[in-house]
């Protein structure tokens, strides 16, 4: 299992000219996302993300770090705060037990996947207008997930001198555009040594400002479940 720490930023002119002179192009390829969670968003109100990529099912979900802008004392400066860490699985059997764990709170006598589609629902939770009902694999159509959020980026991603920090260049179809600094550390590895090589970057690309800037989910949210995305804002998940 790894953590995955990365701080997204605007990419200008300036940071793209820069970037092509410290790093190297090593892959533009197109993929499609489809996020999943219950009618009520059980699992996103827990900062808990679940998708499909090319296929491939992966779950992020918060590390013991304190999010929403808090510091910690082994972390004060400001650049930390504007990094992101998540614990990402992609093994199906651990994806399913971490589920399990979190989930396992909520009613047995929840409605099956197969009224998702009913028009009536709860003030937070998805219409029929707004929720993919077709089943998914067994284990996720038990647990009464559906799909919320399908789009499509593109992606160009760079490599950089310094070991292990990558960029990537995401532009989604639905007309959102974000870079990412990310470096990816095994689970107990030293986070410190991380988002120092991320405030490094960032501060050759001329990533400037303590403003955190909204990820590809986060504008997705904003535009298409406004009530949901302030709700998330509230509880210091987004």
Avoid at 49 to 65: I, V
Avoid at 87 to 101: F, M
């Amino acid at each position: 299992m790894s953590i995955e720490v990365e701080r997204k930023f605007v990419c200008n002119a300036n940071s793209l000219k820069t970037l092509e002179e410290i790093g190297v192009c090593v892959r533009q390829h197109q993929f499609q996302d489809r996020y999943f969670d219950t009618p009520q968003f059980d699992l996103t109100l827990r900062d808990v993300w679940l998708r499909q990529r090319k296929g491939c099912w992966e779950l992020k979900c918060p590390t013991t770090t304190v999010k929403g802008g808090e510091e910690l004392q082994d972390e004060p400066s400001k650049a930390a705060t504007l990094c992101t860490r998540y614990k990402e699985i992609t093994n199906v059997a651990d994806i399913h037990l971490k589920l399990k764990e979190v989930l396992k709170d909520i009613s047995e006598n929840k409605s099956p996947i197969s009224e998702c589609c009913q028009t009536s629902t709860d003030h937070h939770g998805l219409g029929n207008a707004e929720m993919n009902c077709v089943p998914e694999e067994g284990w996720a159509s038990a647990m009464n997930l559906v799909c919320f959020a399908e789009f499509t980026t593109m992606r160009r991603t760079f490599t950089l001198e310094e070991d292990g920090v990558n960029v990537d260049l995401d532009d989604a179809d639905f007309g959102y555009s974000v870079g990412e600094i990310e470096v990816l550390i095994p689970e107990g590895g030293d986070m410190q040594a991380a988002l120092d090589k991320i405030h490094r970057t960032a501060k050759k690309l001329g990533v400037a400002g303590d403003q955190a800037v909204d990820g590809k989910m986060s504008v997705y949210l904003q535009r298409n479940f406004p009530a949901h995305y302030a709700r998330l804002l509230s509880q210091h998940i987004l």
